[in-house]
């Protein structure tokens, strides 16, 4: 039973990744990981890989992991997470299709999903190591159709939290969870759908499919606020974070003072 011919000549199945096409590309989303906040899911093309003899045990198609996946010419090179195996579920004859058409491999990853230092960066004319923590991989065929693929449990568990915490609506939007604080009425204020539209244009600055921010305010016995200020971020950009803190600035709350937490989500 062909199983696995029903993605062939699919587009990509991973609608929600980022692609990453050039090695300043990789070099930026590596800084990037070392912020807080939820991981994005990254893909990226691999040309040069070959297959192992086939599984007959298993029924597997195996990709050789025992030398790193290079790609962008070299520049870069990755290794799974605790050197997880790569393979394809086949027939011995779906297989022996399957080499025929694969050109190249997608892979669909994470960093620092697992925890540690994902990446070792190099100058673009030396080789950039990632530990890649995989979600996903396919194999393309000339014209860049999928193939074949397998997903990894953490794609399940980080799609899982993609739904437990979606913003609902379209493009740059934010939503401030329930503050923490002395400000009792403060989530009046800053559940409004106006705040929520003004931290979304602050996300608009950026790149990044999520991140979260927490800030800290100090609310004056007039209700303005007397201080504001940044005590996590995954934006990245410090025009953003900056925009953000601005727009928490210019809100007026009840009459009494206090001091609040007040953590922000955002998508794209």
């Known amino acids: 039973m062909r199983w696995t011919v029903l993605l062939l000549c699919f587009p990509s199945l991973a609608l929600a990744e980022r692609p990453v096409d050039a090695i300043e590309e990789l070099h930026a989303v590596c800084r990037s990981s070392a ?9 990226v093309r691999v040309d040069r890989f070959r297959f192992e003899s086939y599984d007959e045990i298993d029924s597997l198609l195996r990709v050789d992991t025992q030398r790193n996946l290079r790609a962008f010419r070299g520049s870069a090179e990755f290794f799974p997470t605790d050197f997880e195996s790569i393979a394809f579920r086949a027939t011995e004859e779906r297989a022996a299709e399957l080499r025929t058409q694969g050109h190249a491999l997608r892979l669909g990853f994470f960093l620092g999903f697992d925890g540690g230092r994902p990446c070792v960066i190099r100058s673009v004319v030396a080789v950039t190591t990632v530990r890649a923590d995989l ?6 065929d000339q014209e860049g159709r999928v193939v074949a693929r397998e997903d990894f449990e953490r794609l399940r568990a980080w799609q899982d939290d993609q739904e437990r915490d979606g913003i609902p609506g379209e493009g740059p939007r934010a939503q401030v969870d329930p503050p923490t604080g002395t400000q009792a009425a403060a989530a009046t204020v800053l559940t409004a759908p106006s705040v929520a539209t003004a931290l979304g244009q602050c996300f608009a600055q950026v790149s990044l499919r999520r991140a979260t921010a927490i800030v800290r305010l100090r609310v004056g016995v007039d209700g303005s606020v007397e201080r504001a200020e940044m005590e996590l971020s995954s934006l990245g950009r410090p025009s953003a974070q900056t925009c953000v803190v601005n727009e928490l600035r210019r809100l007026r709350f009840p009459a009494g003072g206090g001091e609040l937490r007040v953590p922000i989500r955002f998508a794209r």
């Open 35 to 43: 912020s807080p906040g939820p991981r994005e899911l990254y893909a």
């Open 135 to 140: 979600a996903f991989v396919e194999l393309l």
